[in-house]
């Protein structure tokens, strides 16, 4: 099994950055797709941003492009959520999830992640 814990949400105003952090531990693969995802309230979670753990390409949601960035620590066993210029409808639970195996496919599906974290708030107002 893969666990997955975040970190990094909290309450910032409009305009301001959040970098939320996502320690990994448990099976390893020789590549994989780490995703960052979210959900507010009384909405479907959505996609936000994912990696592959090999090659290193990105991919982001339209809200997301521009504005976040996320990036890999390796030897951290560790992926990064960089989110700046932040709004007021950014506001949600932020997951972290993995593939488990696959590599990305820059579709941004919940369906194809395997495995969850337990989620970080992030507040914008």
């Known amino acids: 099994h893969v666990q997955l814990v975040e970190s990094g949400g909290g309450t910032v105003q409009a305009g301001g950055s959040l970098r939320l952090s996502c320690v990994r531990s448990?099976?390893?693969?020789?590549?994989?797709?780490m995703g960052w995802f979210r959900q507010a309230p009384g909405k479907e979670r959505e996609g936000v941003a994912s990696?592959?753990?090999?090659?290193?390409?990105?991919y982001y949601s339209d809200s997301a492009t521009g504005r976040f960035t996320i990036s890999q620590e390796s030897a951290k066993n560790t992926v990064y959520l960089q989110m700046d210029s932040l709004k007021p409808e950014d506001t949600a639970m932020y997951y972290c999830?993995?593939?488990?195996?696959?590599?990305?496919?820059?579709?941004?599906?919940?369906?194809?992640?395997?495995?969850w974290g337990q989620g970080t708030q992030v507040t914008v107002s």
């Open positions: 990696i592959d753990t090999r090659l290193g390409n990105t």
């Open positions: 999830a993995t593939t488990a195996g696959w590599s990305c496919t820059g579709d941004l599906r919940t369906r194809d992640f395997s495995y």
């Open positions: 448990g099976w390893t693969y020789d590549r994989d797709c």
